[in-house]
């Protein structure tokens, strides 16, 4: 039997503002993991603290909501336990790039195959708009109100030059190709970022729907993702019109967990032996 959008329900009530751009990723995710055939037990979504991060409860798929900025780790380790299940991450751009961004390095270079989405919406959301490592030079907030004095990271960049497997943007404005650019991540083999583009509508009142549905351009079928110099010109050229697709791929080998430690079957399958640790257990009495 085929996998239906009902499948994902989840009778958690949503607490974010209403028109806030985390819904079209919500529903585009659905979409994705409908697209794939992937049953809600087969995924495990892995998330922080934040807005964003609140997105597994709303939908009904195994979940881990860990520390804000360990979201790729506690992935990580999920993936490597067990790597027959689908493993994505939801994080905000503060989790992700911010408290995250060690770890995000890591998981680059590691090229271990999961999918990190970053809800970009270049605020802190939660704690109330303060800057994020994408808040642009200048800005105006609550705590900064003489403007942010640090120029913004660019993840595509970043992520471009450390070879990511896997670089795209796609934004809340445009929710088909969302859908369609997170299928693509998630069946691809290794370490995927989405970076979304989303309106705050709260604390951002610069970077609204009609500010992204103006400058958020397709890359057009002539665009080849496999040449990195023109991934990079093109993710660091400042100009009106904001790509979105795939930016940037790479053929790279794909980390397995049982054959880089030697095991024959993933660590899930591995017998637990308690006497190991019970020399331990018995310290703390
Ligand atoms: C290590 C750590 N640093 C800071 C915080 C406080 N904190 C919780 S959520 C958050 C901001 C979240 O922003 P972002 O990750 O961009 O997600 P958003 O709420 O915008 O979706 C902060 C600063 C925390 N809980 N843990």
């Given at each position: 039997m085929s996998v239906r959008l009902e499948d994902f329900h989840s009778e958690q009530?949503?607490?974010?503002?209403?028109?806030?751009?985390?819904?079209?990723?919500?529903?585009?995710?659905?979409e994705a993991l409908v697209a794939l055939d992937l049953a809600p037990h087969r995924v495990v979504i892995c998330s922080g603290i934040g807005q964003a991060p609140k997105l597994p409860h709303y939908l009904r798929v195994n979940t881990f909501n860990g520390l804000h900025g360990r979201e790729v780790?506690?992935?990580?380790?999920?993936?490597?336990?067990?790597?027959?299940?689908?493993?994505?991450?939801?994080?905000?751009?503060?989790?992700?790039y911010g408290e995250g961004g060690n770890h995000l390095l890591h998981a680059i270079r590691r090229n271990i195959d999961i999918t990190l989405v970053v809800h970009d919406n270049k605020t802190?959301?939660?704690?109330?708009?303060?800057?994020?490592?994408?808040?642009?030079?200048?800005?105006?907030?609550?705590?900064?109100?003489?403007?942010?004095?640090?120029?913004?990271?660019?993840?595509?960049?970043?992520a471009i030059s450390q070879n990511c497997s896997f670089v795209a943007q796609a934004s809340s404005v445009m929710p088909d190709q969302l859908a369609e650019l997170l299928q693509t991540a998630i069946a691809h083999q290794g370490f995927s970022l989405v970076n979304v583009l989303q309106p705050c509508?709260?604390?951002?009142?610069?970077?609204?729907?009609?500010?992204?549905?103006?400058?958020?351009?397709?890359?057009?079928?002539?665009?080849?993702?496999?040449?990195?110099q023109q991934a990079f010109l093109l993710a660091s050229k400042p100009?009106?019109?904001?790509?979105v697709g795939i930016i940037y791929r790479a053929d790279r080998a794909v980390f397995n967990a049982a054959e880089t430690s030697g095991l024959d079957q993933p660590l899930r399958e591995?017998?637990?032996d308690p006497s190991v640790v019970s020399g331990y257990f018995h310290r703390f009495r």
């Open positions: 009530e949503i607490a974010w503002c209403p028109g806030c751009g985390n819904f079209p990723i919500l529903k585009a995710v659905k780790a506690s992935a990580t380790a999920v993936k490597m336990a067990a790597p027959d299940l689908t493993v994505l991450v939801h994080a905000g751009e503060g989790g992700a802190y959301a939660l704690t109330k708009g303060q800057a994020s490592p994408t808040t642009d030079f200048g800005t105006s907030t609550r705590i900064q109100p003489h403007g942010v004095a640090s120029s913004p990271l660019n993840p595509l960049t970043l509508v709260v604390w951002d009142k610069v970077h609204t729907y009609a500010y992204y549905q103006k400058r958020c351009t397709p890359l057009g079928p002539d665009y080849d993702p496999h040449d990195a100009s009106d019109k904001i790509p591995q017998a637990v």
